[in-house]
């Protein structure tokens, strides 16, 4: 048995065996939306092979239960390139979500934006991505199915139910191409100048590869920004992990309320 259906497995023990309709991956200081899910919660730490998220501002634990009437899988914590070098560091916990029968991701983060029609508090939900980061997480897959399409990796049918949900709550929900940076060091201002000539409109150190290897997986997939900051040198505030973490509850408030809405209309 692979280890993600033997993981797959286990927590279907403890959670029960229905597929969930949805799994979310909760971004810097968003992780208060998995309280809010009526289930069984499961450390990661009893998960073998899950990452031990290490950053602030994340719970690794696996939340699976009802929010808005709907079976969802939360994670609250996932594991970024610059903890390990690795890409694929969340590989095994979607391979574990597809195991569970889900078929649908939606992701969050937090961002540093490039425009000035989203300052720190807005939303942004991904209409595509740029992989700056210049590496892929399915390096080294060996099977051809290593060359996933990319086309629509940011689903046109639930892209239009969170601009749906978005407008039905009176929540303004832009739309923008995220930039995959590495960090763990914030971008430069030169950098940030480069995003923009580049056609980036938010920029941020995750989601991309958890696309990518959720698409490889069949996983349809939208992803929302929560814009913590501008760029570095588009103002004068300053940029640091504890600022992201004290804006992200700005946004937070109403990504809930948003995906909340999505849950209950259905997408
Ligand atoms: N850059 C990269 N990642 C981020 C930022 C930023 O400005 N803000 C929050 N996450």
Redesign the pocket.
């Known amino acids: 048995m692979s280890k993600s259906v033997e993981l797959a497995r286990l927590i279907q023990s403890r959670a029960g065996d229905a597929p969930p309709e949805y799994g979310l991956i909760l971004g ?1 200081g968003l992780g208060h939306l998995a309280g809010r899910v009526d289930g069984v919660a499961i450390p990661y730490d009893d998960l073998p092979g899950f990452p031990h998220a290490g950053v602030s501002g994340h719970v690794p634990q696996l939340v699976i239960g009802q929010l808005e009437g709907r079976r969802v899988a939360v994670f609250g914590g996932r594991s970024h390139y610059y903890e390990s070098g690795r890409p694929d560091a969340m590989r095994l916990p979607l391979e574990v979500l597809a195991a569970l029968g889900c078929d649908r991701l939606i992701l969050t983060n ?3 934006s490039l425009r000035e029609d989203m300052p720190p508090g807005s939303l942004m939900l991904l209409s595509d991505h740029i992989a700056f980061a210049g590496t892929n997480p399915l390096i080294g897959e060996k099977t051809d199915a290593r060359f996933v399409p990319m086309t629509q990796a940011h689903d046109p049918g639930l892209r239009a139910a969170l601009t749906a949900a978005a407008d039905a709550e009176g929540v303004a929900l832009p739309q923008g191409v995220y930039g995959w ?1 590495s ?1 763990p060091s ?2 430069t201002p030169a950098e940030i100048r480069a995003a923009q000539v580049l056609g980036m409109d938010a ?3 995750s989601t991309v590869p958890e696309i990518i290897l959720a698409r490889f997986l069949g996983l349809r997939c939208a992803a929302i920004s929560v814009i ?2 501008m ?2 040198g588009l103002s004068d505030e300053n ?1 640091s992990h504890d600022h ?1 973490k004290e804006m992200a509850p700005l946004g937070a408030a109403k990504l809930e309320k948003l995906l909340r809405r999505m849950l209950r209309d259905g997408a």
């Open positions: 810097s937090a961002a540093g940076f960090g914030f971008e920029v941020g150190m913590t900051n760029g570095a940029i992201t």
